[in-house]
């Protein structure tokens, strides 16, 4: 199901993206949602015959705050100035209003009680009066089971449960994300509003759908936060998309390499879709930690001048560990050649990348423990002083930042609040 999200994510950011790269007038609203209700449409017919809903049941469509984007608002706007009368328009305009101003005034969970119809519903048929322009919200709704709707409608205080398609819930999730992520790359609005604040704002501005496609933020007018607003149920979607780099490397360039590292410029397009650049810094060693601990509760640092910072450095004993080494093996070879010791005992406490910004530097430490004293033999480019400090002087200096090396500070906190939190 992983590939089939992503790839209506894909297919639905492309659609947009194609229309929005066109001429942006009054008609660009109208391509962005026709275009996706009628891929919806194809896509998921044969799943939504087999479900309970049908014309008339009306249940869900009482209580509910429904999301809408900016061109499903225009869209369904446009539908009425051009098949109702300028009276019948206008009643559809007081109507919309009327609404506005009633859930204005009522928190989320009154209107849940008072079951508040939708303001496009047609209450005596129980009938949505845009059905064919109902937002991707609207279609993505569904129920395997009437009478758990009918139940929810009655008891909206006992938030009962109505049975669905996952996976229908989540394809629509995908092509909503991937027609803001077309919106977004086009720096157009593309938040959500709920229907009837939305729809006010569309039908009090005839220009309100040239004025979108050209960037103005007209619906501003219809942002409101109830009191009793809770965050939206969280999503799986998003996590089986970030599964998928959204960088996109065109070309890479050595810009500088030695021993240690090698510096590359990218090309990129960027996860907007707009063309960018990006430096990375590859380090050809994985960084090595080692917090040893002798019988006394001492801390082992090590003092030295760090040549990029131009200043001196009290730290943990570290080093550099070829990837076709034991982690462990490059920490005991560490420890052994800056200070002379060694341990019996050894812990892994965790990994760090160390500036996953700008380098792919990976930082492993351990804890040693149960030490033997014996003779240092540190590299010609290592100027080293060796100090003893208690824990407890070791987590104060990383506090008050007289320890500012990323691996000490990381291993130093890993190692207290592994402590704390054992009983």
Not at 344 to 360: C, F, Q, Y
Request: proline fraction near 4%; include cysteine.
């Amino acid at each position: 199901m992983k590939e089939a999200i992503r790839e209506l994510f894909a297919t639905e950011t492309a659609a947009a993206r194609a229309v929005l790269s066109e001429r942006r007038d009054r008609d660009t609203s109208v391509k962005l949602t026709v275009r996706a209700a009628q891929r919806a449409e194809r896509t998921f017919l044969p799943v939504m015959q087999s479900v309970a809903c049908k014309a008339g049941c009306g249940f869900c469509c009482h209580g509910v705050s429904v999301d809408v984007t900016a061109p499903e608002a225009l869209t369904i706007a446009r539908g009425f100035r051009e098949t109702l009368s300028r009276e019948h328009l206008a009643v559809i305009v007081q109507r919309v209003k009327q609404y506005v101003h009633a859930i204005r005034t009522m928190t989320l969970a009154e209107r849940r009680r008072a079951r508040t119809p939708c303001s496009m519903l047609d209450e005596k048929s129980n009938r949505c009066a845009v059905y064919d322009a109902r937002p991707m919200r609207c279609r993505a709704h569904h129920s395997l089971d009437v009478a758990a709707c009918e139940a929810h409608y009655l008891h909206p205080e006992e938030k009962r449960g109505v049975p669905r398609y996952p996976d229908v819930m989540n394809a629509y999730e995908a092509m909503i994300l991937g027609q803001r992520r077309a919106l977004a790359r086009a720096k157009l609005d593309l938040r959500h509003f709920e229907l009837s604040l939305a729809l006010e704002v569309a039908l009090e501005n005839e220009d309100a759908a040239e004025r979108w496609a050209n960037g103005e933020r007209l619906f501003d007018a219809a942002v409101f936060e109830w009191p009793d607003a809770e965050p939206p149920q969280e999503s799986e979607v998003p996590r089986m998309l970030l599964d998928e780099n959204p960088w996109k490397r065109r070309r890479r360039t050595l810009v500088y390499e030695n021993d240690w590292i090698a510096v590359n410029h990218d090309d990129v397009e960027r996860p907007d879709g707009e063309p960018g650049i990006y430096g990375v810094v590859h380090f050809k060693h994985r960084a090595i930690g080692v917090v040893a601990i002798d019988a006394a509760e001492r801390v082992l640092l090590v003092g030295q001048y760090r040549y990029p910072l131009d200043a001196y450095s009290w730290e943990i004993p570290e080093g550099g560990g070829r990837f076709d080494e034991e982690p462990l093996a490059a920490a005991q070879r560490e420890l052994l050649e800056e200070t002379g010791v060694t341990a019996k005992r050894w812990t892994r406490l965790g990994r760090a990348h160390l500036s996953n910004s700008v380098s792919d530097e990976e930082a492993i430490y351990f804890l040693a423990e149960e030490l033997e004293h014996g003779e240092a033999d540190p590299e010609g480019t290592e100027q080293l002083e060796v100090r003893w400090v208690a824990f407890s002087e070791a987590l104060r200096m990383v506090r008050a930042g007289e320890i500012t090396d990323s691996i000490s500070v990381i291993a130093i906190l890993k190692l207290a609040t592994d402590r704390a939190a054992s009983p």
